[in-house]
């Protein structure tokens, strides 16, 4: 799953946060900033532990005010580790 978050949304440790949460689910993947402000994660995994992610990102972490979360369903690559890219 590919999502992208707008909002207020850097600078408030989203990435590290989303990074965490993501691992303890031992899902695949990587989030980064995007140059225009928004953030971009690309989740893989079981169905249910992507969208406790994508849920997730719907909140964000305190700090954070998502404005609008974008998701489009990609094909699994067969990834291991998630990252921090960017």
């Given at each position: 799953m590919r999502v992208v978050v707008s909002g207020r949304v850097q600078?408030?440790?989203?990435?590290?946060?989303?990074a965490a949460k993501a691992r303890r689910r031992s899902l695949s993947g990587w989030v980064r900033n995007l140059p225009d402000g928004r953030v971009e994660a690309v989740?893989?995994?079981?169905?249910?532990?992507?969208?406790?992610?994508v849920a997730w990102c719907r909140r964000g972490p305190d700090l954070a005010r998502v404005g609008d979360v974008e998701t489009?369903?990609?094909?699994?690559?067969?990834?291991?580790g998630f990252e921090i890219v960017g």
């Open positions: 600078g408030v440790f989203f990435r590290t946060t989303c989740f893989e995994g079981t169905s249910e532990l992507v969208e406790e992610m489009v369903a990609l094909e699994p690559v067969g990834g291991s």
